[in-house]
């Protein structure tokens, strides 16, 4: 199945710095690549996400890249902000049967970053 | 999400005992998903349901139960099987059960053994 490894595990820097997150998967099947953010006791929440059909994609200070041929994506934070601080969470997603051969999307996540921005 | 609420927030579970945690969404999404995240861990799926009447297994289905009577409704029961219950507890629900298909959470329930 699929497998999901995210770097660093801790990660802290200043504020008004840029921050990067980087997976990567071993499915060349999966397609689908959504970045979650967590803070602490709550929902994780969908920040942006792209799909194997584009290399790049940006919303405001977020960023994500994902090179297919390397199995590989990042997030890139710019200008970072104390309320940037969250765990996140990436994840990669493909197709599968079930056992009744009906198929479906999973996502398999990867184990987090704690980001922390400091003042 | 508004839309997916989890129920209760907190919960404990005595030994032995069977326990259920409620999750509901009003977006009119066709797939429903159990989560379990423990510290340090990214989230695990449980039982996942892409259409009311059906569920399948996730990667650590045993010792839990679920149901989908209800498009709106999955509730999921940690039975006394499962010996190591104390986790957060994500529902999510997404438009459809396809690959490509953002999903969205709820506030989740943090479970604990007394």
């Known amino acids: 199945g699929e497998n999901v490894e995210q770097h660093p595990s801790t990660l802290s820097v200043q504020e008004g710095d840029s921050a990067v997150i980087k997976c990567t998967y071993s499915d060349s099947a999966s397609n689908y690549f959504p970045w979650y953010k967590q803070e602490l006791g709550k929902r994780p929440q969908l920040i942006i996400d792209?799909?194997?059909?584009?290399g790049e994609k940006k919303d405001q200070r977020i960023a994500v890249t994902l090179n297919k041929t390397a199995k590989h994506f990042s997030l890139h934070i710019t200008e970072t902000q104390p309320e940037d601080s969250a765990v996140y969470f990436c994840?990669?997603?493909?197709?599968?049967?079930?056992?009744?051969?009906?198929?479906?999307?999973?996502?398999?996540f990867g184990q987090g970053t704690i980001l922390t921005v400091h003042p | 999400d508004g839309g997916i609420t989890q129920s209760p927030k907190y919960l404990f579970r005595k030994e032995g005992q069977n326990v259920t945690l409620s999750c509901e969404q009003n977006?009119?999404?066709?797939?429903m998903y159990w989560y379990r995240q423990d510290p340090g861990q990214g989230l695990r799926l449980i039982y996942y349901s892409q259409i009311v009447n059906d569920f399948q297994k996730g990667d650590i289905a045993e010792g839990y139960s679920v149901s989908r009577e209800k498009k709106e409704s999955f509730p999921l029961t940690v039975t006394s099987a499962q010996k190591n219950p104390t986790a957060f507890y994500l529902c999510?629900?997404?438009?459809?059960?396809?690959?490509?298909?953002?999903?969205?959470f709820g506030d989740g329930t943090r479970l604990s053994i007394l």
């Open positions: 999510a629900s997404s438009t459809t059960g396809g690959f490509n298909q953002p999903q969205h």
């Open positions: 977006l009119n999404h066709d797939a």
């Open positions: 994840a990669a997603s493909n197709s599968l049967r079930n056992a009744g051969g009906t198929s479906y999307g999973k996502l398999t």
């Open positions: 792209i799909r194997s059909n584009v």
